[in-house]
């Protein structure tokens, strides 16, 4: 099912505790952009502000509340109403007003009401969960760098994990707020950059703050998303090579409890049937254990000019069996047709890898590590979703996937 997202603006000036919106009579209405499921929101939000004069300063993605077809979010953005010329149909309105009259939109009632309380600005529980922290972080940055932001890009923007782009005198650099058992990504960059320099993001600073965050710049890689599939799965394989029988500190990756989880889920069915096989043969299978990314997609890999590979966002890294990446990497849309260039990578210690059954196991465990993302949220109160809902969105996209697999299998002389 295509679930769509919808954005709803909450442009504030925490100052005057104003908020832009429609009103008619004792009603009001935010402005709202609605998106494709797998859009950034805060990317797009900061576009739609620049393309109407308002800075970019996205505060956050907030009390994201899901239905059937869609996923609401709550998007503040932090404003000074002077600098602000009101757009067709909005108004500088009081939060006060917000919070005690009636929205068109029932969603944006509840969320509103839920983000304010007292005589403060919006804000929600989270150490990013406020209006203030892109100013911190700013000014954070300017003393790790010497030098003042001259332009902010907001990638993500929530009340527990922030990813930022900013442009200083020393060139691009991008900030992490991590928070809730991510802040193990910095420590792991920093371990795989230490291994194989040149190819991971450098940290310029990583301070762990009081709230149980952490704050980490890094410089910005050369490069652009993508780049040759051959030559990206063959830097892979070296890379995974140099890390060949070294844990470095990776949790070991549960190929039992990821199959034990995905049985119960599909139950007694064809794709059940499909993924115990797979990983009954993967459990027995003699292969190079070795560092795997399983958030490895063409977005994650950067490539120069130079042809020289890069890459990014390795928060889902563990130790396990080593094709589980390059399967990962090619069930992303990184291309299945170079498995046989990864294969010959690894010089002989590789040799006839039965894919299919890669691909069925790292889509189980992607399957996984999202369910377990998605149960945090909702206890933290982060989304606010009914389990049994969630539950079958993952179950059928699951099933279909498998089967999509098991039914296209991939063949040797596809490689």
């Not at 008619?24 to 929101?41: D, F």
């Not at 890390?243 to 034990?260: I, Y």
């Not at 498995?339 to 006839?352: F, N, P, V």
Request: charged share 20%; hydrophobic share 45%.
């Amino acid at each position: 099912m295509t679930v769509r997202q919808l954005l709803h603006l909450l442009i504030v000036d925490p100052q005057r505790r104003t908020a832009l919106a429609a009103h008619h009579a004792s009603r009001w209405l935010l402005p709202v952009i609605v998106c494709a499921e797998r859009t950034r929101p805060a990317p797009l939000v900061s576009r739609w502000c620049a393309e109407r004069g308002i800075a970019n300063n996205v505060a956050g993605q907030w009390l994201g509340r899901m239905a059937a077809g869609s996923a609401d979010w709550l998007i503040p953005i932090s404003v000074i109403a002077e600098f602000v010329r009101p757009q067709s149909g909005l108004r500088w309105i009081s939060l006060d007003l917000l919070g005690s009259d009636p929205s068109v939109i029932e969603y944006q009632r509840w969320a509103v009401r839920a983000s304010l309380g007292g005589n403060r600005p919006p804000n929600v529980e989270g150490p990013f969960g406020n209006t203030t922290w892109p100013d911190a972080v700013r000014a954070w940055i300017g003393d790790v760098t010497g030098s003042v932001v001259t332009a902010w890009t907001p990638l993500r923007t929530s009340a527990y994990e922030l990813v930022c782009g900013a442009d200083t005198a020393r060139g691009r650099v991008y900030f992490k707020g991590l928070t809730c058992g991510r802040t193990a990504e910095a420590a792991i960059t920093q371990t795989l950059a230490s291994l194989v320099p040149g190819s991971f993001p450098k940290t310029l600073a990583l301070e762990h703050r009081h709230d149980g965050a952490a704050w980490w710049l890094i410089e910005a890689c050369p490069g652009a998303p993508g780049g040759d599939p051959v030559a990206i799965a063959a830097e892979l394989a070296r890379i995974q090579q140099k890390t060949a029988g070294k844990s470095l500190g990776f949790e070991s990756l549960e190929l039992a409890a990821a199959e034990e989880w995905a049985i119960g889920l599909l139950g007694d069915s064809h794709a059940a049937a499909v993924v115990r096989n797979a990983c009954a043969r993967l459990a027995h299978a003699d292969l190079p254990l070795t560092w795997i990314p399983m958030d490895l997609d063409p977005a994650n890999v950067l490539t120069d000019a130079d042809g020289r590979v890069r890459f990014i966002d390795v928060d889902d890294s563990f130790y396990g069996p080593a094709p589980l990446a390059m399967a990962t990497y090619a069930r992303r849309g990184g291309g299945g047709g170079a498995y046989g260039r990864y294969e010959a990578a690894w010089r002989g210690r590789l040799t006839s890898v039965d894919w299919t059954m890669f691909e069925v196991a790292a889509r189980v465990i992607e399957s996984r590590l999202g369910w377990q993302r998605i149960v945090r949220n909702i206890e933290r109160r982060e989304v606010h979703a009914a389990l049994d809902l969630v539950t079958n969105r993952v179950r059928g996209r699951l099933a279909r996937t498998i089967c999509g697999i098991s039914q296209s299998p991939v063949r040797r002389d596809d490689l």
